[in-house]
């Protein structure tokens, strides 16, 4: 998947709230009809088109474990998934099942469109919840509940080519590194008449919210009523981000609006330093002539990271409430899921289960695999404003493009983002 279509998650999953409030009710009680057996739908946007013969053989699996219960797959693409998971919901046609990303599910639960799952949980024998991994557990959880089996995860690391680094006898990155070494390394990296640049990371929404994490400030007050990302330590991580496009990573104009253009400097190696997504990997693991390596992503104050989470949530409305709950956490937690997931690097099972990881982190390359996981010990997670989290987003980066164009001084633009987004909050 690409950078693009990930900074796209969030956006893609805007609803109005209010909209589902009516079609669900404020409290999924968890009264549904206990369906035991049957037909179960599930809609899913990771699997196409890349995996369906891998959901396949997981559901074929899981109905030969569960003999009675029939697992109907439906899938759209991500740019019109949550567009018709909403309308699918207000028209009362959900699917038993449907996979959520973190910013979705939080809007999702908020509305009461989720069924409650720890009941059903408790009386599942086959339920682990020491398998699924902690803080993915916890971040599917709202008012204390459980409302979605998590499934996967992924994250975003700091890729490098080493032969960029040793040709200009740079040492490699650290898990140890800040801002300031970056900087340091990307400059001496960077040779624009040779068309080489020493880093890349796009202006946006996401990679803000993540910088300002890793310089210890907050995008919203503790009571989550007011931005507070234009403080100075928003208006540092806004500068760490601006002061890279036309010193050591290409502008947006001579991008020009080429498509997966960082992709193709990373493959063709003229990119030193490439912030990015562990599901890049496969891709460049097969370029002729690429030696890179992986490291987590340097901070400034603190170590930061992005890290993106799926999970199987049962709708409120079913009437295959048990069913429901057993294909989630066989999706979630089952050894056929793990193995498959990891087999065809369709992102990463959320387990706590290191030994299940063991065929992961032999493959190279990249040599460092580790960094994955340890990218895990600091996660910021993105903030989440429900019905108007695509404008919130869309905001922020129009803001941090005006700086970057120069129609404003980057603590103007912030101040105008800050403002905006408060405005809807309110």
Known sequence: MTTRRRLLAAAAGALATATLLAACGQDA?????????????????????????DLDAIKAEFEKQNPGITVQVQTAAYDDYFTKLQTAIAGGTAPDTFELNYENFVTYARAGALLPL???????????????????????????????????????VLFYNKKLFDAAGVAYPTADWTWADERAAAQKLTDRSKGIYGDYQPVTFHEFYKALA????????????????NDAKGLEAAQWLLSKPGTVQPTVAEIGGKADYDTALFKSGKLAMWH????????????????FDIVTEPGNTRKANAVFMNATA?????????????????????????????????????????????????????????????????IALPPVLD??????????????????????TPQQALDEAAAAVTALIK
């Open 314 to 378: 049962v709708s409120a409305k079913t009437k295959k409430g048990t069913a429901a709950w057993k294909w989630a956490r066989f999706l979630g937690s089952s050894q056929k899921a793990v193995e498959t997931r990891l087999a065809s690097n369709w992102e990463l099972p959320a387990v706590n289960d290191q030994a299940a990881f063991d065929s992961y982190l032999t493959k190279t390359p990249p040599a460092n695999r580790k960094a994955v996981f340890d990218a895990l010990e600091n």
């Open 387 to 408: 019905a108007q989290q695509a404008k919130m987003q869309d905001t922020v980066t129009k803001a941090l493009e005006k700086a970057a164009s120069g129609q404003a």
């Open 214 to 229: 890793q310089n210890g400030g907050s995008f919203l007050s503790e009571d989550d009523k007011k931005a507070t990302f």
């Open 118 to 156: 720890d009941e059903r949980a408790k009386a599942d024998k086959d339920y682990d919840a020491n398998r699924l991994y902690p803080k993915a557990l916890e971040a599917f959880q709202f008012k204390g509940k459980l409302y979605a089996v998590p499934s996967t995860f992924s994250d975003v």
């Open 276 to 291: 990015n997504g562990i599901w890049q990997i496969s891709g460049l693991a097969g370029t002729a002539g690429l030696d």
């Open 29 to 53: 009680s968890g009264g549904a009809d206990d369906g035991a057996t049957g037909t179960v739908t599930y809609f899913t946007f990771s699997a196409a088109p890349d995996h369906l013969k």
